[in-house]
């Protein structure tokens, strides 16, 4: 809701670092607000994306087929992003 907010006032693109910490199942819905807030090089980190390594193990990793909307998969949507500028939490 605060992110709508800040978007509906005009502060698009005016943040340097944005932290995610909600439902995980959601995470690909809040991923595109905060991208419209965040200006280019900024920085958008997400609670618990590594819980027990399961994020960073390519077994684990739901890729999507050709044609399918990458909207769904929020690890698609973060990958297109910079995907040689992962930087993992510890």
């Known amino acids: 809701k605060l992110l709508l907010q800040r978007m509906a006032q005009g502060e698009e ?3 340097d670092f944005a932290f995610v910490d909600a439902d ?14 965040v200006r280019v ?3 958008i ?21 050709p044609g399918e909307d990458p909207h769904e998969n929020f690890i698609d949507q973060v990958r297109r992003l910079q995907p040689h500028r992962f930087v993992p939490a510890t």
């Open 13 to 15: 693109c005016t943040y």
């Open 45 to 65: 980190a997400y609670d618990n994306t590594l819980w027990h390594g399961s994020v960073a193990e390519p077994e684990t990793l739901t890729i999507s087929k």
């Open 24 to 37: 995980k199942k959601n995470y690909n819905h809040y991923h595109k607000r905060p991208m419209k807030l």
């Open 41 to 43: 090089g900024g920085l």
